[in-house]
């Protein structure tokens, strides 16, 4: 299940604890990562629901002989949030029904009615047609691991739906085009990690301030194109260009 208690920054050094080790048996992953109190193991939930996550997220699986592996990667973060939105559009079947909601809260409390700050969030997660109704410290679990992500910012009990610029650019760099048709980028390149649009159709502000960010740090640039057959955002452009190195960070 992915509403476990899970923080982020774990699921990472987890998965990279099983890379570099190869198959790894799950005592292995006890010893190596709890610590001993009073002669005895720490308790187990925390790193048992890091596991869950890992393999709700099909990024870690178990081999014929009860080894946990993982499935390569360049970039963990794209990756994970590749795999959660594969579940969230039905691309890929859940583990458990709830799954597909860690990015349908995502897009229904925040990107579809182009929200970015929300308070309450106990109460508008279980006001949604989510399948089952989520703990206050599920809910909270999952700001962590969304912030981690970079789809926002923790903000005392809310929640601030602004992606992270580094974050677009990494999606941004993965695509092949140097330049091309917003409609065209936003359709088949960032939807394939992230919600992105309102319920009018156009960019919602979770991911238009940081385009906005990127180009005016020029590491992309918006052309209008009159002609372009394609749909216009963001004031009527219809082009982006990559002009930046793919390996430059943004930060």
């Known amino acids: 299940?992915?509403?476990?208690?899970v923080y982020g920054p774990e699921l990472h050094t987890i998965f990279n604890f099983i890379a570099t080790s190869g198959p790894t048996e799950k005592d292995v992953l006890y010893e190596s990562f709890l610590p001993v109190i009073n002669g005895q193991l720490a308790p187990k939930t925390n790193l048992d629901d890091a596991l869950s996550f890992l393999i709700s997220a099909n990024l870690v699986f178990k081999n014929d002989f009860g080894k946990y592996e993982v499935e390569p990667c360049k970039n963990f973060r794209l990756k994970l949030l590749a795999n959660i939105r594969d579940?969230?559009?039905?691309?890929?079947?859940?583990?458990?029904?709830?799954?597909?909601?860690?990015?349908?809260?995502v897009d229904e409390i925040f990107v579809r009615p182009n929200r970015m700050f929300a308070f309450r969030l106990h109460q508008l997660t279980n006001a949604t047609n989510v399948s089952e109704v989520l703990s206050e410290e599920r809910v909270n679990a999952w700001r962590r691991v969304i912030e981690y992500l970079g789809v926002g910012s923790r903000m005392y009990s809310g929640f601030l739906c602004s992606y992270d610029p580094q974050l677009i650019w990494e999606i941004l760099s993965e695509?092949?085009?140097?330049?091309?048709?917003?409609?065209t980028l936003l359709e088949e390149q960032v939807g394939k990690y992230l919600p992105w649009k309102s319920k009018t159709g156009d960019i919602s502000n979770a991911l238009r301030i940081p385009l906005q960010i990127l180009a005016r740090e020029n590491f992309i640039k918006f052309e209008k194109k009159q002609d372009s057959p394609y749909r216009g955002f963001l004031g009527g452009y219809k082009w982006i260009?990559?002009?930046?190195?793919?390996?430059?960070?943004?930060?």
């Open 87 to 105: 579940i969230q559009l039905g691309k890929v079947p859940p583990r458990y029904p709830v799954d597909p909601w860690y990015l349908n809260l």
């Open 175 to 183: 695509w092949e085009q140097e330049e091309g048709a917003l409609e």
């Open 241 to 251: 260009v990559k002009e930046s190195d793919k390996n430059v960070s943004v930060y």
């Open 1 to 5: 299940m992915l509403f476990k208690t």
